[in-house]
């Protein structure tokens, strides 16, 4: 069954990224979205993992519980946007990165990373550093050329205090998203 899921994580680790090349290379400027990004670096983390597995070996269970509310977000945002309020790309590889892919590492985090052991504050503490990452790298880029990446905020007006209180009110609500995957993840593997 290891065998499986490393094939399985390998195929998808490689899907990722060459659907984020797909999506991307007519507008190659866009490629600092989180949606390519996080793609790209939760398709990396899956072939490694994948290869390790079929040594006997893995990465620790973080990578996929960060990939997992990173890639969440991704999702719900993409969903948010069905209401109306704003538009999100689902055409061709986007429909996979938007949606497909995000649906497939929630499932792969939750039924085949056992994240059962260890201290429950460690992870849910670690949970949201992947997108939080992000957000530092937004705002020094959009610091930098005036504009951020989503312009959901204007760069200049934008400032350290502003950061900040995004930072910890973002981090609180990911930190959320990582204790009902964990929730979730422990259900499944408490039941087998």
Sequence with gaps: MK????????????LMPVMAIIGYFPEPELVVEF??????????????????KLKGKE??????G???????????ICMGSLTGAYRMN???????????SPILVMLF?????????????????LNPVFLMVYFLFDFILGKARGYFVYGFF????????????????????LFAFGALFLLLNRIFHHKK
């Design 3 to 14: 065998k499986v899921i490393a094939v399985f994580e390998i195929v998808l680790g490689i």
């Design 35 to 52: 949606s390519c990004l996080s793609n790209v670096v939760t398709g990396i983390w899956l072939i490694i993992d994948g290869i390790l």
């Design 59 to 64: 990465l620790p269970v973080r990578f996929f």
């Design 66 to 76: 960060n990939a997992c509310v990173g890639l969440f977000v991704v999702f719900a």
């Design 90 to 100: 689902f055409k061709g590889a986007f429909m996979f990165l938007h949606v497909i």
């Design 109 to 125: 985090y939750i039924i085949f990373c056992d994240d059962s052991k260890g201290k429950v504050i460690f992870k849910l503490l």
């Design 154 to 173: 204007d760069a200049p007006g934008f400032g350290i205090l502003h950061a900040l209180i995004f930072g910890v009110v973002v981090y609180i609500l």
